[in-house]
Protein backbone atom coordinates (compact mmCIF):
# COMPACT_ATOMS: atom_id res chain seq x y z
CA UNK A 1 0.00 0.00 0.00
CA UNK A 2 1.21 3.78 -1.06
CA UNK A 3 -0.59 6.33 0.79
CA UNK A 4 0.08 9.42 -1.61
CA UNK A 5 -0.39 13.25 0.34
CA UNK A 6 -2.87 14.80 -2.21
CA UNK A 7 -5.80 17.03 -1.63
CA UNK A 8 -8.62 15.16 -2.93
CA UNK A 9 -10.10 17.07 -6.26
CA UNK A 10 -6.61 19.03 -7.02
CA UNK A 11 -4.61 19.02 -10.21
CA UNK A 12 -1.81 16.71 -8.76
CA UNK A 13 -4.97 14.34 -7.70
CA UNK A 14 -6.50 14.25 -10.92
CA UNK A 15 -2.85 13.46 -12.17
CA UNK A 16 -2.33 10.76 -10.02
CA UNK A 17 -5.33 8.67 -11.26
CA UNK A 18 -5.13 9.11 -14.56
CA UNK A 19 -5.43 5.72 -16.31
CA UNK A 20 -5.63 4.25 -13.39
CA UNK A 21 -8.80 1.55 -12.57
CA UNK A 22 -9.98 3.20 -8.76
CA UNK A 23 -12.57 1.41 -6.33
CA UNK A 24 -14.99 4.38 -7.20
CA UNK A 25 -15.53 2.65 -10.54
CA UNK A 26 -15.01 -0.86 -9.79
CA UNK A 27 -18.38 -1.99 -10.23
CA UNK A 28 -18.10 -1.64 -14.06
CA UNK A 29 -15.62 -4.66 -13.40
CA UNK A 30 -17.85 -6.50 -10.95
CA UNK A 31 -21.23 -6.11 -9.62
CA UNK A 32 -22.51 -6.43 -5.92
CA UNK A 33 -22.59 -10.00 -6.06
CA UNK A 34 -19.40 -11.18 -7.39
CA UNK A 35 -20.10 -11.55 -10.76
CA UNK A 36 -18.28 -9.87 -13.91
CA UNK A 37 -19.81 -6.32 -15.24
CA UNK A 38 -20.73 -5.81 -18.67
CA UNK A 39 -19.04 -2.68 -18.28
CA UNK A 40 -15.32 -3.92 -18.61
CA UNK A 41 -14.49 -3.37 -22.05
CA UNK A 42 -16.09 0.49 -22.08
CA UNK A 43 -14.07 1.13 -18.86
CA UNK A 44 -10.48 -0.22 -19.77
CA UNK A 45 -11.55 2.36 -23.49
CA UNK A 46 -11.71 5.59 -20.65
CA UNK A 47 -8.80 4.50 -19.16
CA UNK A 48 -6.98 4.35 -22.29
CA UNK A 49 -8.30 7.86 -23.32
CA UNK A 50 -7.04 8.83 -20.31
CA UNK A 51 -3.21 7.38 -20.99
CA UNK A 52 -3.51 9.08 -24.76
CA UNK A 53 -4.74 12.34 -23.65
CA UNK A 54 -2.36 12.30 -20.20
CA UNK A 55 -6.25 13.97 -18.89
CA UNK A 56 -9.29 12.90 -17.34
CA UNK A 57 -11.72 11.83 -19.44
CA UNK A 58 -15.08 12.79 -19.44
CA UNK A 59 -14.82 14.09 -16.13
CA UNK A 60 -17.69 16.45 -14.91
CA UNK A 61 -19.57 17.11 -11.75
CA UNK A 62 -23.38 17.32 -11.58
CA UNK A 63 -25.37 18.79 -8.45
CA UNK A 64 -25.48 15.61 -6.02
CA UNK A 65 -21.65 15.59 -6.67
CA UNK A 66 -21.57 19.27 -5.64
CA UNK A 67 -23.67 18.33 -2.58
CA UNK A 68 -21.62 15.73 -1.08
CA UNK A 69 -18.09 17.56 -1.35
CA UNK A 70 -20.29 20.51 0.19
CA UNK A 71 -21.29 17.92 2.95
CA UNK A 72 -18.58 15.38 3.68
CA UNK A 73 -17.07 17.29 6.72
CA UNK A 74 -19.97 17.95 8.40
CA UNK A 75 -20.70 13.94 7.72
CA UNK A 76 -17.14 13.27 8.90
CA UNK A 77 -17.26 15.06 11.73
CA UNK A 78 -20.80 13.50 12.44
CA UNK A 79 -19.37 9.87 12.33
CA UNK A 80 -16.42 10.51 14.44
CA UNK A 81 -18.21 12.10 17.77
CA UNK A 82 -21.09 8.98 17.30
CA UNK A 83 -17.90 6.41 16.99
CA UNK A 84 -15.80 8.75 18.84
CA UNK A 85 -13.17 7.35 16.37
CA UNK A 86 -10.78 9.68 14.58
CA UNK A 87 -10.51 9.40 11.26
CA UNK A 88 -7.45 10.40 9.25
CA UNK A 89 -7.88 12.23 5.87
CA UNK A 90 -5.90 10.31 2.69
CA UNK A 91 -5.57 11.73 -0.75
CA UNK A 92 -5.08 8.73 -2.97
CA UNK A 93 -4.10 5.24 -2.04
CA UNK A 94 -2.45 3.02 -4.59
CA UNK A 95 -1.60 -0.70 -4.60
CA UNK A 96 2.26 -1.40 -3.79
CA UNK A 97 2.44 -1.86 -8.10
CA UNK A 98 1.11 1.54 -8.37
CA UNK A 99 -1.54 0.15 -10.78
CA UNK A 100 -4.49 0.54 -9.02
CA UNK A 101 -6.11 2.96 -6.46
CA UNK A 102 -8.47 4.48 -3.98
CA UNK A 103 -9.59 7.65 -2.87
CA UNK A 104 -11.08 6.79 0.83
CA UNK A 105 -13.24 9.38 2.82
CA UNK A 106 -10.52 8.46 5.75
CA UNK A 107 -8.99 5.38 7.28
CA UNK A 108 -9.19 4.17 10.99
CA UNK A 109 -7.13 2.55 13.53
CA UNK A 110 -9.62 -0.34 12.63
CA UNK A 111 -10.92 -0.04 8.76
CA UNK A 112 -11.92 3.23 6.99
CA UNK A 113 -15.14 5.24 6.25
CA UNK A 114 -16.77 5.75 2.98
CA UNK A 115 -19.20 8.72 3.24
CA UNK A 116 -22.45 9.34 0.83
CA UNK A 117 -24.36 12.42 1.06
CA UNK A 118 -27.48 11.38 -1.39
CA UNK A 119 -30.40 13.64 -1.43
CA UNK A 120 -33.61 13.30 0.79
CA UNK A 121 -35.58 10.84 -1.90
CA UNK A 122 -32.69 8.49 -2.13
CA UNK A 123 -31.70 8.59 1.46
CA UNK A 124 -34.76 7.14 2.84
CA UNK A 125 -34.57 4.34 0.37
CA UNK A 126 -30.87 3.29 1.92
CA UNK A 127 -32.47 3.24 5.13
CA UNK A 128 -35.53 1.48 4.40
CA UNK A 129 -32.61 -1.14 2.73
CA UNK A 130 -30.64 -1.15 5.93
CA UNK A 131 -27.57 -2.29 3.89
CA UNK A 132 -25.02 -0.83 1.48
CA UNK A 133 -26.17 -0.16 -1.99
CA UNK A 134 -25.16 -2.43 -4.38
CA UNK A 135 -23.58 0.12 -6.39
CA UNK A 136 -21.14 0.89 -3.76
CA UNK A 137 -20.20 -2.54 -2.96
CA UNK A 138 -17.37 -3.12 -4.83
CA UNK A 139 -16.22 0.35 -3.98
CA UNK A 140 -16.17 -0.43 -0.04
CA UNK A 141 -14.57 -3.88 -0.62
CA UNK A 142 -12.14 -2.82 -3.23
CA UNK A 143 -10.98 -0.31 -0.50
CA UNK A 144 -10.65 -2.49 2.33
CA UNK A 145 -8.36 -4.67 -0.69
CA UNK A 146 -6.32 -1.87 -1.46
CA UNK A 147 -6.22 -0.27 2.57
CA UNK A 148 -5.53 -3.64 3.59
CA UNK A 149 -8.07 -3.42 5.90
CA UNK A 150 -10.93 -6.15 7.73
CA UNK A 151 -13.87 -3.99 7.33
CA UNK A 152 -15.18 -0.33 6.70
CA UNK A 153 -17.98 1.62 7.65
CA UNK A 154 -20.47 2.88 5.32
CA UNK A 155 -22.25 6.29 5.69
CA UNK A 156 -25.32 7.51 4.26
CA UNK A 157 -25.49 11.59 5.35
CA UNK A 158 -28.68 13.89 5.06
CA UNK A 159 -28.34 16.44 8.08
CA UNK A 160 -32.32 16.76 8.50
CA UNK A 161 -32.73 13.18 8.81
CA UNK A 162 -31.71 9.83 10.57
CA UNK A 163 -27.81 8.78 9.28
CA UNK A 164 -27.25 5.69 8.57
CA UNK A 165 -23.91 3.80 9.71
CA UNK A 166 -23.50 0.02 8.46
CA UNK A 167 -19.97 -1.65 9.38
CA UNK A 168 -19.02 -4.01 6.22
CA UNK A 169 -16.69 -7.11 7.20
CA UNK A 170 -14.21 -7.82 4.49
CA UNK A 171 -15.08 -10.68 2.09
CA UNK A 172 -11.75 -12.48 0.91
CA UNK A 173 -13.77 -14.31 -1.51
CA UNK A 174 -15.34 -10.85 -3.15
CA UNK A 175 -11.74 -9.58 -3.22
CA UNK A 176 -10.41 -12.21 -5.00
CA UNK A 177 -12.33 -12.38 -7.66
CA UNK A 178 -12.23 -8.46 -8.02
CA UNK A 179 -8.22 -9.40 -8.17
CA UNK A 180 -8.47 -11.38 -10.96
CA UNK A 181 -10.48 -8.75 -12.84
CA UNK A 182 -8.27 -6.22 -11.99
CA UNK A 183 -5.12 -8.35 -13.68
CA UNK A 184 -7.58 -9.02 -16.62
CA UNK A 185 -8.52 -5.75 -17.32
CA UNK A 186 -4.94 -5.00 -17.03
CA UNK A 187 -3.42 -6.95 -19.40
CA UNK A 188 -6.28 -6.14 -21.50
CA UNK A 189 -5.45 -2.27 -21.82
CA UNK A 190 -2.05 -3.04 -22.28
CA UNK A 191 -3.00 -5.22 -25.24
CA UNK A 192 -5.25 -2.21 -26.61
CA UNK A 193 -2.43 0.14 -25.60
CA UNK A 194 0.15 -1.90 -28.07
CA UNK A 195 -2.33 -2.27 -30.75
CA UNK A 196 -3.12 1.44 -30.52
CA UNK A 197 0.70 2.40 -31.35
CA UNK A 198 1.06 0.29 -34.12
CA UNK A 199 -1.99 1.75 -35.78
CA UNK A 200 -0.98 5.26 -35.44
CA UNK A 201 3.29 4.05 -36.36
Not at 2 to 10: E, H, P, S, V, Y
Not at 141 to 148: K, S, T, Y
Amino acid sequence: MQILDLDQGAPEWFAARIGKPTASCFNKLITSTGKKSTQMDGYINTLIAEELMGAPADFYTNESMRRGTELEPEARAWYEFQTDIDVEQVGFVLRDDGLVGCSPDGITPFGGLEIKCPGAGTHVSYLLANKVPAAYVPQVQGCMWLCERDNWDFVSYHPDMPKLHIVVARDNDFIATLDSLITELLDKKTAALHQIQKVAA
